[in-house]
T-cell receptor, first 116, second 112 residues
Framework: GAVVSQHPSRVICKSGTSVKIECRSLDFQATTMFWYRQFPKQSLMLMATSNEGSKATYEQGVEKDKFLINHASLTLSTLTVTSAHPEDSSFYIC????????????FGDGTRLSIL | LAKTTQPISMDSYEGQEVNITCSHNNIATNDYITWYQQFPSQGPRFIIQGYKTKVTNEVASLFIPADRKSSTLSLPRVSLSDTAVYYCLVGLPNTGFQKLVFGTGTRLLVSP
């Protein structure tokens, strides 16, 4: 079945650091990927829609200059948290779907970001 | 996107059947109902999707009444490993390019 891989699974870094998270579709092409953020004991919150070859669409309240999204190929989208601060500490999850197969979205296993 | 309402939490014991109900009063004609399961520190995993009546797969059943304003996810004979958060979502099927809006989910705790 469709597999979505995220890397890294966990990141711990100092405040002010920029962190890049990768989301890959391993066995299918994904023209659209989605990025979510999840705080402890809370639900997933959609941050942005990543479109291959074009600019991402951000949800209201999500700073596009803070969370840079690049979707340069049909199998890879990246989320860069720029100048991260402790309040950016969260669980970041991506999802994608193989539109050609009409399957529901599949999610990566998330990236736990901890900013010290 | 139709809003969904689920119980915040449920408790059960191993071997019991668990039924989690989701309300979606504003479901649109073309909307499907999809359930995801999420374990701690993992991404959600697709469980089942349906439009009306009953859908069954190897892990769960989904019951949808005629008015489609609610749905029930049924987990037969749960085990400890079924402890997770279960999310009910409503929207178009084949959601490859549609953003998903997650509600609060239902936190299921299965005890020995």
């Amino acid at each position: 079945g469709a597999v979505v891989s995220q890397h890294p699974s966990r990141v711990i870094c100092k405040s002010g650091t920029s962190v890049k998270i990768e989301c890959r579709s391993l066995d299918f092409q994904a023209t659209t990927m989605f990025w979510y953020r999840q705080f402890p004991k809370q639900s997933l919150m959609l941050m942005a829609t990543s479109n291959e070859g074009s600019k991402a669409t951000y949800e209201q309240g999500v700073e596009k200059d803070k969370f840079l999204i690049n979707h340069a190929s049909l199998t890879l989208s990246t989320l860069t948290v720029t100048s991260a601060h402790p309040e950016d500490s969260s669980f970041y999850i991506c999802s994608a779907s193989d539109r050609a197969s009409n399957q529901p979205q599949h999610f990566g296993d998330g990236t736990r970001l901890s900013i010290l | 996107l139709a809003k969904t309402t689920q119980p915040i939490s449920m408790d059960s014991y191993e071997g019991q059947e668990v039924n989690i109900t989701c309300s979606h009063n504003n479901i649109a004609t073309n909307d499907y109902i999809t359930w995801y399961q999420q374990f701690p520190s993992q991404g959600p995993r697709f469980i089942i999707q349906g439009y009306k009546t009953k859908v069954t797969n190897e892990v769960a059943s989904l019951f949808i009444p005629a008015d489609r304003k609610s749905s029930t996810l049924s987990l037969p004979r749960v085990s400890l490993s079924d402890t997770a958060v279960y999310y009910c979502l409503v929207g178009l099927p084949n959601t490859g390019f549609q953003k998903l809006v997650f509600g609060t989910g239902t936190r299921l705790l299965v005890s020995p």
